[in-house]
């Protein structure tokens, strides 16, 4: 997997920063990629498994560039499937990030496709996301169904969804 992306690079640069220092990555970052605002996750795999995954919706921050450098950090040390990573981890792990579209709402399924969208499912306070094209998501039935049980909703509860487009960089 290469790592050449201007955002997988930055993701990459707060990683190793966080661990090592303890300190968030600052700096002005001027790539027409890192401007503006928009959610953002983060994934680090290690071994092609899942190491750390996490993101925001929405923006949470003044630039793309800032999202990416918290959402890289908090991927490697809050994910509560796993332990924070490790300085000796940092070799072995590859980053993939994605930047959302804009959440647009959906009337059914039929306008839902796991390939192209990811799904936001809401009732409530409680809502659940997944993102497109993730291996072993191949029916809008899978996705709407793991984002239900992220959010812990019900396989019967009704939800209102929504779809997204992310740009994903590798």
Known sequence: MSEN???V???R????HYVTKGTLLSGDYSDPV????????VSLKKGGELRGCIGTIQSTQPTVADEIIHNAVKAATVDPRFNPVRAEELDEITISVDILGEPEPVQSHQELDP???GVIVRSGRRSGL?????EGVDTVDQQVSIAKQK???????SVELYRFRVTRYT
Request: glycine residues 12%; proline residues 9%.
């Open 5 to 7: 992306s201007v955002p």
């Open 9 to 11: 690079a930055l993701a």
């Open 13 to 16: 640069r707060s990683l190793e």
């Open 34 to 41: 890192l401007e503006g605002q928009a959610g953002t996750f």
């Open 115 to 117: 390939k192209v969208y």
């Open 130 to 134: 997944l993102l497109p094209d993730l």
């Open 151 to 157: 959010a812990g909703i019900g396989p019967h509860e």
